[in-house]
């Protein structure tokens, strides 16, 4: 369990790609869940005040009492919290953008979903991928406005970037290569970091996760052939 940062209200872990952050009816097959553990190593109860998705690494917050817990979250619903997010997508995006998609929830119902975007590096690799002698992936800054359910992974779907790894909404032939290539089958998306007003002490908090090691090797792997930075 790594954390992250820690005071006597708060608490953040750099959570593992595959983690879910509680239990959960959908996903029967899993045995560990960050709230149970994460109560195990500190002793005490905690309160996950934002969701990540299993597939998704990096900074999770809790709250380590019921009143931080009702503050933080209202923070989120008045958009005063701030995160970044760092994704591996398919081709070249533009240099920044704005997708604007209203997307449906589980209950069917229609919701405003912004994200926000900036590409930091595109990469072309000597693989030939389908009708195409090379194949093409970007690096992407993601800032999400808004917080739906699998919002960024949607998104990029949406704008055909899908993000390396997503399983359903990405794209399973380039799923497939990089499995058969370079035995990566996780999914490229992570929270990088949080940044909020600290509900008692007023400090401008801004917390930061370091990228998993199946990233950090995708990249470096990248890194070995040209890079053309935007």
Known sequence: MEVIYQDEYL????????????????????????VQLLRDFLGQKVFPVHRLDRKTSGVLLFALNEDMNRMMQEAFMNKQVKKKYLALVRGYTPASGVIDYALTNEKGKIQEAITHYATLKNYELQIPFGNQETSRYSLVEVRPETGR?????????HIFHPIIGDRPHGC???NKLFLEQWNMNTMLLHASEISFEHPVSLELIKINGEIHEDFKRILSLFESHTALKV
Do not use: C, T, W, Y
């Open 149 to 157: 359910m699998h919002q960024i992974r949607k998104h990029f779907a």
């Open 11 to 34: 608490v953040a872990i750099n959570k593992p790609h595959g983690l879910l952050v509680h239990r959960s009816p959908i996903a029967a097959d899993a045995s560990e869940f960050a």
């Open 172 to 174: 399973n032939k380039q």
